[in-house]
């Protein structure tokens, strides 16, 4: 479904991407080509099948409200401030933040962004995604009339009435903010993002997929670094640095030393 292109060279992404302009489009970086676009929900139910017994069939919606109802219950415990009970946009989305499945999909503004997480991990071609939001919601609002299909979000909305979001989190954190992050919401747990898009008209022109050919990961690395986009920028605190020390090695040991008198 997606309309593919083979990057061999680092500039060639370069100049593909500044022809998209900044918070049109949004970018979301896999280290494997063959991930689908699938939330942490929907690949959980998936996983849990393989370790059950005998095949089940999930209530899956009832799965996911009572994972809210749990975090939101024990939030007070470990946060200092959050959302108020019934904003489940917000909650969803510092949820995801701590690693709690949810519907939702991560996205950045930023392509450089997502081409850092397609890179840090593996050796063989990876990928980033591109999505121009505006074009789906702009069809959401003529067949929902405004913003009514905001309503219908919750309402198990499948098959050939799904549709998605995009959002940005009134509730920040230091993460969101440094990885220019915002979120996707589906309107189904029961469907992969690649499957929903498809239900738009003219889709394949507003969709891309940069195949970033394995050839090009040592320049790009670098290029990305001296952006300052690294895992401690991308993620503030010590875990974070200490993840973006395995790409001290790129360089030589004279370029990494300490510069003193």
Not at 75 to 93: I, Q, V
Not at 123 to 144: L, M, N, Q, S
Request: net charge positive; glycine share 4%.
């Amino acid at each position: 479904m997606w309309k593919e292109k083979n990057i061999a060279k680092w500039s060639e992404f370069e100049q593909d991407v500044a022809k998209k302009l900044y918070r049109n489009w949004l970018f979301r970086g896999h280290s494997k080509i063959e991930w689908k676009l699938e939330s942490s929900l929907y690949r959980l139910f998936n996983d849990i099948q393989f370790i059950l017994p005998r095949e089940r069939k999930f209530a899956r919606d009832q799965h996911e409200e009572e994972l809210i109802r749990v975090f939101r219950e024990h939030a007070p415990l470990y946060l200092l401030s959050y959302p108020k009970k019934n904003e489940k946009l917000e909650w969803l989305s510092i949820m995801q933040h701590y690693g709690t499945p949810t519907r939702l999909l991560d996205v950045t503004f930023s392509p450089y962004v997502a081409a850092y997480f397609a890179l840090e991990e593996g050796h063989e071609d990876c990928c980033v995604f591109a999505i121009k939001h505006k074009h789906f919601t702009d069809i959401d609002k003529e067949h929902f009339e405004g913003d009514e299909y905001k309503k219908n979000l919750f309402k198990d909305q499948r098959d050939d009435k799904s549709f998605f979001i995009p959002f940005e989190p009134e509730h920040k954190t230091e993460r969101l903010v440094a990885q220019q992050g915002a979120f996707l919401i589906s309107s189904t747990n029961y469907q992969t993002y690649d499957e929903i898009l498809q239900n738009y008209r003219g889709y394949k022109n507003y969709c891309k997929k940069y195949i970033l050919k394995k050839e090009i990961r040592y320049e790009g690395l670098r290029k990305l670094k001296q952006m300052n986009i690294t895992s401690a920028t991308l993620f503030p605190g010590i875990d974070g640095f200490s993840r973006s020390l395995k790409f001290q090695l790129l360089d030589s040991i004279k370029r990494v030393k300490r510069l003193y008198p």
